[in-house]
Structures are given as C-alpha cells and as structure tokens.
T-cell receptor, first 111, second 114 residues
C-alpha cells in the first residue's frame, strides 16, 4: 500500500493570511483529488487533477499536480474563517477503484 | 447533480441490535463504496461494489454486511456491533474511467454503538 504524506497536520492562522498544504508520495498517481470536510459531514470534492504539472484555480484556492504526478499542493490566498475544516488529498491508481488518502490537514482560520 | 444521499443521519444502537445504513446516488455511477471514518482520521475503505458486484472487501468483520440491490442503491447491514465500531460511515460513488474515477461522498451516518 503506497503512502500519501500530507503536511502540515494542523494549521491555525489569522484571517487574511496565505497557506499551503502539501501531499507527497513516492508512488505515481493517475489522478489526485482534494476534498474539504466539516465535522460530522462527508468530504466535499474541491478538485481533481490529472495531468502532471497541471494547475487549477477555484476562487482563492490554487491546486497543483507535480510534474511526475507524485505530489500535489493546495494554496489558499487570503484565508477566511469559512475556509476552516479538514482538507484531505486522495490519490487514485490506474488499477482498481481504491483511493489512497493523506492523513489530512486540519485548518483553523481565526477572524 | 453530484449528490449522494445517506440515511439515517444519526444512529444509536445496542450491541444486540440489527440495523441498516442506506445510500443512494442518481448520477448513473457504477461503482459504490463504504468507508469508515474515526475522529480526526481520514476515511478507511471497507467495501467496493463495481457494476453491482462486490469487488473489494478490506478484511471487514462479518458483523458488517454490504448489499447492492441495484446500481443506484447501497446498503450496509449491521449486526452485533461493538462500541469500537462507533464512527462516521461514509458512502461514495464514482463512474469507472470517468473524471479519473473521482469519488463523490455522501454526508455520512454518525453511528454510536452502546
């Protein structure tokens, strides 16, 4: 089972600050998904990245897939309290339907 | 529509009870999943159904019994659970080969076993 290491595990910042979350692996993924989850709710899909070097933007969120498709990052600009939550990266392999989840980043944005 | 629905939202059961969790999707997806998530941890895969057939069972104890009545429904039958089975149970669906198998999750069922 390949590992997907996510960092940092926990991040507490002030409103307006920027932050970056990283997911790294020694394995190649065919795609990588980013989810945001609030307590007691299911993960909500933010983005899927597929192509090495791909950059996708979702308002203040920028997602990047590494050239070798082994790593990914999520950058949030001018964080807001509504961004508070658990951010999960999950990588998919070509074979089968299994996702490998990172350990999650718990983000708290203080007003 | 990218909605996966789950019922009930919350469930409290004793160790001798039999209950079922239900999941439904209307996206035409042909793969459906059950995950278990403990607090502050990522989801852990339990079962995968692909084209209505069980394709992956991640060594889940037999007190959890999945069922896929049709391509849009997925059930998880529970019997003789233990307190450590208390968790958030998540259902997800995807279309094999579409959007790189992106999985869409339901809101979950919060299960408490007394």
């Amino acid at each position: 089972t390949q590992l997907l290491e996510q960092s940092p595990q926990f991040l507490s910042i002030q409103e307006g600050e920027n932050l970056t979350v990283y997911c790294n692996s020694s394995s190649v993924f065919s795609s990588l998904q980013w989810y945001r989850q609030e307590p007691g709710e299911g993960p909500v899909l933010l983005v899927t990245v597929v192509t090495g070097g791909e950059v996708k933007k979702l308002k203040r969120l920028t997602f990047q897939f590494g050239d070798a498709r082994k790593d990914s990052s999520l950058h949030i600009t001018a964080a807001q309290p509504g961004d508070t939550g658990l951010y999960l990266c999950a990588g998919a392999r070509n074979a089968g339907n299994m996702l490998t989840f990172g350990g999650g980043t718990r983000l708290m944005v203080k007003p | 529509d990218t909605e996966v629905t789950q019922t009930p939202k919350h469930l409290v059961m004793g160790m001798t009870n039999k209950k079922s969790l239900k999941c439904e999707q209307h996206m035409g997806h042909r793969a459906m999943y059950w995950y278990k998530q403990k607090a502050k941890k990522p989801p852990e895969l339990m079962f995968v159904y692909s084209y209505e057939k069980l394709s992956i069972n991640e060594s889940v104890p037999s007190r959890f019994s999945p069922e896929c009545p049709n391509s849009s429904l997925l059930n998880l039958h529970l019997h003789a659970l233990q307190p450590e089975d208390s968790a958030l149970y998540l259902c997800a669906s995807s279309e094999p080969g579409l959007e790189s198998d992106t999985q869409y999750f339901g809101p979950g069922t919060r299960l408490t076993v007394l």
